[in-house]
Each structure stands twice: as C-alpha cells, then as structure tokens.
C-alpha cells in the first residue's frame, strides 16, 4: 500500500474527504518525526512504538573487492516494533 492508497483507505473507513485525510496523516507523519529527532519515543498502546537507536562505528568490507576494508560511521536509526496486539492480528 502506498500513500495514495493509505489516504483513500482512511477517508473512507472515517468519512473525511481524501484532501483532510491527506492532511491529517501528514499530520501524524510530521509529529512522529520531530518527536524522534528531539530523542522521544512515541508510543501508541496496542499498535507499535517508534523509537531511534544508536548505531556503533564498524568496519566493513567492500563486496566487489573483499580486502578493502571500509570504516562505517556510528549512526541513529528510527526503528518500529509492533506491539502484541498487531502482531496477534497479523498471525491470526
């Protein structure tokens, strides 16, 4: 499912018109970002938490030429973890 098709499936299944649904998974998407990039986790009970994770510095190896060894930088990752009741939908 891509954007398009996630906003045409929530104004239908809320009534709202395509163009507010646009706006308010914009909404969602906006709030979601600026709380992971001020270091919070955003947790919604029953569905998943968003949340950013420390990456160390590693090395790597180049796959077109194995000797080479490259150095990866540490990095944050936004990362989700499904909560039990999603999971539990998805398995059923």
Not at 26 to 33: A, G, H, L, T
Not at 47 to 72: H, L, M, S, W, Y
């Amino acid at each position: 499912m891509n954007k398009a098709q996630l906003v045409a499936s929530m104004a239908e299944k809320s009534g709202l018109t395509k163009k507010d649904a646009e706006a308010a998974l914009n909404s969602f998407m906006k709030s979601v970002e600026e709380s992971l990039v001020g270091g919070e986790k955003v947790s919604l009970v029953g569905f998943g938490t968003f949340d950013v994770r420390e990456r160390k510095a590693r090395q790597g190896r180049n796959p077109r030429n194995p000797e080479q060894i490259i150095e990866i930088p540490a990095s944050k990752a936004p990362v989700f973890k499904a909560g039990k009741a999603l999971k539990d939908m998805v398995n059923a």
